[in-house]
């Protein structure tokens, strides 16, 4: 008796394991299926919704963390100073608050100090339209551009030029720019194209490329 007991609990094993194993399987599946189905949930509407609300606050920490940096070094170092500080740490500022967000983020302009701020070919013609509207006094928005078949949006916004301050270093070089700072501009940027300008110009613009799974991830 125990023999056939013994047996038929040996046969009942592997339906058992086979059981339990299916189980495992149909549970991943499910899962799967379950997770793909709240992505596929997610329009592209909201995508693209996400996707300026993060650049809006991404290029708004940008611009606060670079000002606010700026502002101190004309403080502690005076305005020449405050060139070299440009420089040195402006590109880094920039680059250091897109890593935090995963994101690609610079400042493009035509009228470029630093020639790394040249426009690339597919933000050319944003920048052209954000400049056709600021000479036709006609308001930008920020705008999003699908790339590479969706998985990266390109957010762009109009930088603008704030105030007087700003014109110490990008103003009018006969009335705006001191002697000494339009000197050490040449100096440090020889290819300079950013003077010249006056409040409310544009500047340039902001270009943020955000893959699709960020923006997805924090909805």
């Not at 709240?38 to 290029?59: F, T, Y």
């Not at 035509?110 to 701020?117: E, L, M, T, V, Y």
């Not at 052209?128 to 998985?151: D, R, T, W």
Request: aromatic share 6%.
């Amino acid at each position: 008796m125990k023999s056939i007991s013994y047996t038929y609990f040996l046969l009942c094993l592997p339906i058992l394991f086979s059981c339990n194993t299916e189980e495992r399987v149909s549970r991943e599946v499910f899962d799967n299926v379950k997770r793909e189905s709240a992505v596929k949930r997610i329009s592209e509407v909201q995508i693209v919704e996400k996707a300026l609300a993060m650049g809006n606050e991404i290029s708004d920490e940008a611009q606060e963390q670079l000002m606010s940096t700026l502002q101190n070094a004309i403080e502690e170092n005076g305005l020449v100073g405050a060139l070299n500080f440009c420089q040195a740490e402006a590109l880094p500022i920039v680059k250091s608050t897109g890593s935090d967000y995963g994101v690609e983020i610079r400042r493009v302009s035509n009228r470029f100090r630093n020639p790394a701020d040249q426009p690339k070919a597919d933000e050319e013609v944003l920048l052209g339209a954000y400049e056709y509207n600021h000479e036709a006094g006609i308001a930008s928005e920020p705008n999003i551009q699908k790339l590479q078949n969706g998985e990266v949006l390109l957010y762009t916004r109009a930088i603008t030029i704030p105030g007087q301050l700003c014109l110490n270093c990008h103003g009018d070089i006969s009335t705006d720019v001191p002697a000494d700072v339009a000197d050490t501009i040449d100096q440090l940027y020889p290819e300079d194209k950013a003077k010249g300008h006056k409040v409310g110009e544009l500047r340039g613009m902001w270009a943020i490329r955000i893959p699709r799974k960020e923006v997805i991830s924090r909805l």
